[in-house]
């Protein structure tokens, strides 16, 4: 029987009873209509996962009992960072849920000259709460004790400069690019993690990939068809993970 996974905010640690926060309280009572007895497995973002039983569900708060601790760390020794340029919707949710799944470490929303969607501050905020729910989701799913950290979105010139490449000191970067050579099957283990860059809907532009390059970062091409952002993402991660990481 396959146990209910729920992340919860605060750190389990070496307690025995726990009151879950809001969002796992509305996951636990009104998604998953768990009822009192019922078992589940919670994690917390510290690579446990624990074995609990409810106690009690209430109108705002849901008290279990922990049962068991088990270290658990499925996180990939790769750690890459998607700096995935912001599209529209259901293809950003795609991105963020699969790159989750996939392993990723962190992921950087970036802003580009041809991303469609536009935000304001309050907009980005929601928007990064709201990426962070799904990939809170894509963990519950798949296994993962470690949410990815998901940064606030980003310009292309900030996530280029001096302060924000400290971020990815030593990491091999790479960014899509079809006129590249270089192929996923030439890389060699870094260093330290991978940074990898992709575009929005309709790619950088000639004056951001130049920009990109002159960063540091490495063309890599994915073969000889242009693919949708979301199809890059996905493709180029399975395929860095295949080379150089745990699949």
């Known amino acids: 029987m396959r146990l209910n ?7 389990v640690g070496d307690s025995d009873q726990l009151s879950l926060d809001g969002g796992a309280t ?8 768990l ?4 078992p589940l497995v919670l994690f917390d973002d510290s690579g446990s996962e624990y074995d609990a039983e409810i106690q009690a569900v209430m109108r705002d708060s849901v008290r279990v009992r922990i049962t068991g601790r088990r270290e658990m760390d499925r996180e990939s020794p790769l750690a890459i960072t998607l ?3 912001v599209s529209r919707g259901e293809r950003m949710d795609l991105v963020v849920q699969k790159a989750t799944e996939l392993g990723v470490r962190r992921i950087v929303p970036v802003m580009m000259e041809r991303t469609v969607v536009k935000l304001d501050d309050a ?24 949410v990815p950290e998901i940064t606030p979105p980003v310009v292309l010139d900030d ?3 001096g302060s924000a490449k400290d971020a990815h000191a030593g990491n091999l970067r790479l960014v899509l690019d079809p006129g590249s050579n270089l192929k996923v099957r030439d890389l060699a283990p870094p260093g330290a993690g991978v940074t990898l860059l992709i575009g929005p809907e309709g790619g950088l532009s ?3 990939l130049a920009a990109a390059l002159e960063a540091g ?6 073969g000889p068809r242009i693919l949708r952002t979301e199809t890059a993402a996905l493709a180029a991660l399975t395929a860095i993970q295949l080379r150089l990481g745990d699949l």
């Open 159 to 161: 996530l280029l400069s």
């Open 206 to 208: 000639d004056e951001e």
């Open 26 to 33: 509305n996951h636990v009572a009104r998604v998953l209509r």
């Open 123 to 146: 907009q980005a905020t929601k928007r990064q709460r709201h990426w962070r729910a799904v990939a809170v989701a894509a963990c519950e799913q798949c296994g993962r004790n470690r």
């Open 217 to 222: 970062y490495h063309g890599l091409q994915l």
């Open 5 to 11: 996974r729920v992340h919860v905010e605060t750190r």
């Open 35 to 38: 009822r009192v007895g019922q």
């Open 83 to 85: 700096a995935q340029g």
